[in-house]
């Protein structure tokens, strides 16, 4: 988790708001949202794909909402 932290905070440009998902406030996250500002899809993929969960087989996956 510090790792993945550590990466958030030093994409904070990009990453315009991030935090898990829980069913109540103390419970085990059940995922996560990002609100990322990108120039291109491409560009948000390998910002997934560089993050410790994605490298490290935490996340099992991700769906896409772009505003254009």
Known sequence: MPVHLEG???HADPL????????SPEAT??????IVRAPDR??????IAADPFTTGGL????????DR
Not at 16 to 23: C, D, P, T
Not at 29 to 34: A, R, T
Not at 42 to 47: H, Y
């Open 59 to 66: 996340r099992a996956g991700w769906d896409f909402v772009l």
């Open 29 to 34: 996250p059940v995922g996560g949202l990002w």
């Open 16 to 23: 315009r708001a991030a935090g898990s998902l829980r069913e």
């Open 8 to 10: 958030v905070a030093a």
């Open 42 to 47: 491409a560009a948000v993929e390998a910002l």
